[in-house]
């Protein structure tokens, strides 16, 4: 019900930074817990990041943990990724996902951007 556009990706030097953002519809936004998915080629769809609807509380993976910064602007109905540091193996499409804060963890739901790429040249 909800729809989700990313945008801010494109090509950059390693050890630079890229900021994303994932614009979404509607007047519920506060309501999903939001998440940062990214997929390479030939691999798996990977957990970068996510965040509580209220924004008080963020999740990472471990290969980014300390060089990416997951935000969110209830009142822009948008969520961030700040990434710094990036590397090669950071290379991707990168998705963003509406989905809900189950405990202390971020469970994906069905609503899903687009997709922008991020190249991170050596």
């Known amino acids: 019900q909800v729809q989700l556009v990313e945008s801010g990706g494109g090509l950059v030097q390693a050890g630079g930074s890229l900021r994303l953002s994932c614009a979404a519809s509607?007047?519920?936004?506060?309501?999903?817990?939001m998440g940062w998915f990214r997929q390479a080629p030939g691999k798996e769809r990977e957990f970068v990041a996510a965040i509580r609807g209220s924004g008080d509380s963020t999740v990472y993976g471990n290969s980014v943990k300390g060089r990416f910064t997951i935000s969110r602007d209830n009142n822009k109905n948008t969520v961030y990724l700040q990434m710094n540091s990036l590397k090669p193996e950071d290379t991707a499409v990168y998705y963003c996902?509406?989905?809900?804060?189950?405990?202390?963890?971020?469970?994906?739901?069905?609503?899903w951007g687009q997709g922008t790429q991020v190249t991170v040249s050596s």
């Open positions: 509607g007047r519920t936004f506060s309501n999903y817990a």
């Open positions: 996902n509406a989905g809900a804060w189950r405990g202390r963890a971020y469970s994906g739901g069905d609503y």
